[in-house]
C-alpha cells in the first residue's frame, strides 16, 4: 500500500511538471513584435528592429524554427539547439515570472558582424504564460562604441536585443 501511495505521488508530480507546449507551434502563422526601444536593454540592434519567429514545439530538440529581422541581419535563420544542453541542469534555467519554458539556441546571422568573429548568436527564448514569446538575441560584450541608432561604429560586435512577440496570421513578411 505505501509503495503504491509512493508511485502515485511521483506520478501525480510528474504530470504536474509537465507543460503543453504545443499552442505554441506556429505551422503557418508566426510570432512578431519590436525590440524593446529601452537603451538599458539594447545593444547592437536599431531601435525600430522588428523579428519574426517560427517555431515547432514538436522539434524543440532538433528543429525548433526560425528567426528573421527587419534589418536583414537574420533572414529564416535556423534556430540551432545545443545537443548538449538537454542533459544538463542547464535547460531547466529561469528567470522572471509568467515564463512556462526557456530554451536556448545560437543563430547564425544572414549578415556577418562587423569584427570578424563570426556570425553566431544565443537566442534565448521564453515562452509566456499568456501565450506571447519573449526572444533575446545575445552576443559578446561591450567593446565597440555603439551609434545611436544602437548599431555597431566600430569593430565590436556586442548584442543584447530583447524582443516582445505576439502571435500573427501567415508567416514572416521579411
Known sequence: MRRARSVLVVALVTLASCRDLSSFTTTHDSYEGS???????????????????????????????????????FHAAALRPIPQIWNDPLST???????LKNLLYVAGATT???DGSGSDVFAVVSLMQSGDVELRLLRSAPGAAQAPDGGATGPGGNVF????????????SY
Open 112 to 114: 556577418p558582424f562587423a
Open 161 to 172: 536585443a530583447v524582443f516582445s512577440l505576439t502571435r500573427h496570421e501567415g508567416p514572416c
Open 35 to 73: 525590440v524593446v526601444a529601452g537603451d538599458f536593454v539594447r545593444a547592437g540592434v536599431a531601435a525600430r528592429t522588428r523579428l519574426c519567429l517560427t517555431i515547432d514545439t514538436d522539434h524543440l530538440q532538433d528543429t525548433p524554427g526560425a528567426v528573421s529581422t527587419s534589418d536583414g541581419r
Open 93 to 99: 534555467f529561469t528567470f522572471g515570472e509568467g515564463r
